[in-house]
T-cell receptor
Framework: GAVVSQHPSRVICKSGTSVKIECRSL??????MFWYRQFPKKSLMLMAT?????????EQGVEKDKFLINHASLTLSTLTVTSAHPEDSSFYICSAVSEYQPQHFGDGTRLSIL | AQTVTQSQPEMSVQEAETVTLSCTYD???????LFWYKQPPSRQMILVIR??????QNATENRFSVNFQKAAKSFSLKISDSQLGDTAMYFCALPNAGGTSYGKLTFGQGTILTVHP
């Protein structure tokens, strides 16, 4: 099956630093990638939709300047949490789709801001 | 707007028994896909099964099968011969954009399933 790699799996950093999370589709070209945030025992909350070569589309209430998304190629999208604060601590998960592949998810990143 | 509703926040089942997870949805599309995803404690999202709305036959993947009732907009997941490894949170999902497989997904609230030995 399709493989999506997400890195890193766990990040612990100090308040005020920026954190970059990578999402790669390893065996297919992803026309679109999605970024989600998930709180414990809750459903996935879509943050933004990322299309290769164009600006990301953010969901209502998601700060564009806080969560920077870059989709530089058909196999790589990155999410940068800028000037992270404790309230940004969460589980972030990406997914990738193509014309022939339904959404396949990365393993997620657990972000902890001290 | 599309909606997906999972009305069972938590369920439990004994090993080797059968359990059914419920999902209802609302969409104005006539042709669409429906998905069940599984998220075990490792938190990896795994696609369990997919149903195409124009197909009358219910999808089956080994011990997992669905009961798709298009008119009632119901899409339940049946797990037969439950195993400890089936313990997970299960999400029902419906694509937004044109109802195709590659659109944004609307997820249900999730059902936490615990399989007891």
């Amino acid at each position: 099956g399709a493989v999506v790699s997400q890195h890193p799996s766990r990040v612990i950093c100090k308040s005020g630093t920026s954190v970059k999370i990578e999402c790669r589709s390893l065996d297919f070209q992803a026309t679109t990638m999605f970024w989600y945030r998930q709180f414990p025992k809750k459903s996935l909350m879509l943050m933004a939709t990322s299309n290769e070569g164009s600006k990301a589309t953010y969901e209502q209430g998601v700060e564009k300047d806080k969560f920077l998304i870059n989709h530089a190629s058909l196999t790589l999208s990155t999410l940068t949490v800028t000037s992270a604060h404790p309230e940004d601590s969460s589980f972030y998960i990406c997914s990738a789709v193509s014309e022939y592949q339904p959404q396949h998810f990365g393993d997620g990143t657990r972000l902890s801001i001290l | 707007a599309q909606t997906v509703t999972q009305s069972q926040p938590e369920m439990s089942v004994q090993e080797a028994e059968t359990v059914t997870l419920s999902c209802t949805y609302d969409t104005s599309e006539s042709n669409y896909y429906l998905f069940w995803y599984k998220q075990p404690p490792s938190r990896q999202m795994i696609l369990v099964i997919r149903q195409e709305a124009y197909k009358q036959q219910n999808a089956t993947e080994n011990r997992f099968s669905v009961n798709f009732q298009k008119a009632a907009k119901s899409f339940s997941l049946k797990i037969s011969d439950s195993q400890l490894g089936d313990t997970a949170m299960y999400f029902c999902a419906l694509p937004n954009a044109g109802g195709t497989s590659y659109g944004k997904l609307t997820f249900g609230q999730g059902t936490i399933l615990t399989v007891h030995p």
